[in-house]
C-alpha cells in the first residue's frame, strides 16, 4: 500500500500512459489538476490541466476519470451550475496529452435528466461503450431518504455522447452500506467496472465520505447492464480501518509491472474529516469461491 503526498484531493484516478503516471482528482479549483510520477511514490508538483475559468459550471468541479481512447484523452468530470437549483451534472473534455489542456466538448453537460449526477466512469468492451454514476442524493428520494443509486447508459465510440436508455444499476439495501441512515442520506458513489474472467464486477462506495464507515465495496454480474448482486461474504472490501480512515472512492488502472491496482483517497486527518483527503494506491487481488467473488487491496 502506497499512502502518497497528494492530499486536499478527493475521487483520485490514475493513468499509465508511455511508461508516466498521471493522477487526476478533484483539486478544490475551477477546473482540475494533474500529478505526473514515473514510480508511484514520487509526484510532480500539480498542474493545471482543465482550467474551467470559462465554463458553464461554475462550482464544484468533483471526480475527473480520464480514458486514452481512439487517441484521445477523455475526461468525464462533475461540476455543479449554482443558479440552477444548485443542480450536479456530468460533463465531458478532451485533450490530446495526459497533460491537458482538456477543453470541453459540447459547452454544456454531457445529459440533463432534471436532478443531479455525479462520479462518472467508463467501461470500454468489444459489444459496446457503458457509463457508470451516480444519481445523487440531493435530489434523489426513495422511500423519503435522500439517496445516491448507480445507474448506466451507453455511449457512442467518441465517448462523449450518450445513446441508449439510462438504466439502474444499485441502490443502497444492505447492512455495510446503510450505516449513514442516522444523517438521513444513504449511498451508492463513485462506480467504477472491470471484467474478470467472465463476470463483471463493480466497486463502489457507501455511507459517508467524511466518516471511517465510508467504505469500498464490490458487486458481480454476468453482463455490463446487470442484474448486480452483492454478496455480504465479501462486502465490504475496504472499510473502518483507523491507518485507512475513509477510504472510499477507487478506480482501477494497471502498473508498469502488469498489475492490477487501485487509487483511492483516505482523510488525510481523521481527528477532524472533511473535504482534505490523499490518494493512496494499493495492489488488487481477486478470488473465487462457489462463484462468489472476493477482493483484496494490498
Known amino acids: 500500500m502506497i499512502i502518497t503526498d497528494i492530499t486536499y484531493i478527493g475521487d483520485p484516478q490514475i493513468v499509465l500512459h ?5 493522477c487526476y482528482a478533484t483539486s478544490f479549483i475551477k477546473g482540475f489538476y494533474v500529478w505526473k510520477s ?36 477523455v475526461m468525464h468530470y462533475t461540476a455543479r451550475i449554482s443558479k440552477n437549483n444548485r443542480t450536479l451534472y ?30 462518472g466512469s467508463v467501461l470500454v468492451t468489444d459489444e459496446g461503450n457503458y457509463f457508470y454514476y451516480s444519481r445523487d442524493c440531493s435530489q434523489n428520494f426513495v422511500n423519503g431518504v435522500k439517496t445516491s443509486q448507480v445507474y448506466c447508459v451507453e455511449l457512442d465510440d467518441t465517448l462523449t455522447r450518450v445513446i441508449g436508455e439510462h438504466k439502474l444499476m444499485t441502490t443502497p439495501e444492505f447492512d455495510w452500506e446503510l450505516k449513514s441512515m442516522s444523517c438521513g442520506k444513504l449511498w451508492n458513489e463513485g462506480p467504477t467496472v472491470i471484467k474478470v474472467g467472465d463476470k463483471y464486477v463493480m466497486n463502489y462506495s457507501a455511507n459517508h465520505y467524511a466518516t471511517n464507515r465510508y467504505a469500498i465495496c464490490i458487486a458481480q454480474s454476468d453482463s455490463p447492464l446487470g442484474p448486480w448482486v452483492k454478496h455480504p461474504e465479501a462486502n465490504p472490501v475496504l472499510s473502518c480501518r483507523e491507518e485507512l480512515f475513509g477510504a472510499g472512492h477507487n478506480a ?12 483511492f483517497h483516505v482523510q488525510t486527518h481523521p481527528s477532524h474529516p472533511g473535504e482534505d483527503r490523499r490518494t493512496c494506491i494499493g495492489e488488487v487481488r481477486f478470488t473465487e469461491e462457489n462463484g462468489i467473488i472476493k477482493q483484496e487491496i494490498l
Open 38 to 73: 514515473t514510480d508511484l511514490v514520487n509526484w510532480s508538483e500539480p498542474k493545471v490541466c482543465f482550467d474551467a475559468t470559462e465554463h458553464w459550471g461554475d462550482i464544484n468541479f468533483w471526480a475527473p476519470e480520464v480514458i486514452y481512447h481512439n487517441g484521445k484523452f
Open 18 to 22: 508511455e511508461g508516466v503516471y498521471y
Open 252 to 263: 482501477f488502472f494497471t502498473s508498469k509491472e502488469g498489475k492490477l491496482m487501485t487509487s
Open 90 to 119: 456530468l460533463g465531458v473534455a478532451t485533450s490530446d496529452s495526459p497533460e491537458g489542456p482538456f477543453v470541453d466538448v459540447w459547452g454544456k453537460p454531457m445529459f440533463d435528466l432534471g436532478y443531479s449526477t455525479i462520479d
